[in-house]
């Protein structure tokens, strides 16, 4: 079975990703000055835990259709772009400016969403690795999509540390978490245990 992982996007109009833009100091500030800073590295940054669980994650599993790429990531007002994409503090500061629930955020990512839909094999999983409470940008993946849009079922009612710590944990360990189909799911629950500690670690490590 070939998969298609889309990843929600970080927050890009906060406080964490002002700093970054205007770091002079920190190598990926010094890369985003320059134009030459990941997307993924750039979200992992601004997102921290959450984002780099969906990264781990998506390399993990990854088992894309040939010629396909094996993940995007939803990037407000650009649709849906590689981690590797190439990005600077103008982009960056673009995307924050975008509403993830405005029709400038949907409208990109419904046109890049339906052409990834064309060129992937007909087998094909797509798993979103985000929330699937934000309804507008969820329900268009969904038109789009349709019943192969799955996430993963232990994502419910979880925070995003969890789910980050969750898709970490899977990585690590080549567990691949069990997917459920978005359509008709139930989008929120009561929230479940924490994640019980890892054997061998001890208490304040990550």
Known sequence: MTTLFLLSPARCGGVRAAQLAASQTSPLGVQLRAGTAALGDVFAWLSALYFRGKL???R??????P??????????GLGLRAPSTRIDATVLRAMGGVEV???AFV???RADAERANREISAGTNVVLLGSIATGKYVDTLIDVFGARLM???LFVGRGDMSRGGLMLRAARSGDELEYAMVAGAQRRGARPP?????????????
């Open 56 to 58: 781990a994650y998506a």
């Open 107 to 109: 409208a990109h990512l």
């Open 67 to 76: 010629g396909s790429p094996g993940a995007l990531v939803v990037a407000p």
């Open 194 to 206: 924490k994640l019980p500690r890892p054997s061998g670690t001890r208490s304040g490590s990550a």
């Open 151 to 153: 996430f993963p079922a």
């Open 101 to 103: 629930e405005s029709n």
């Open 60 to 65: 993990a599993f990854d088992a894309p259709s």
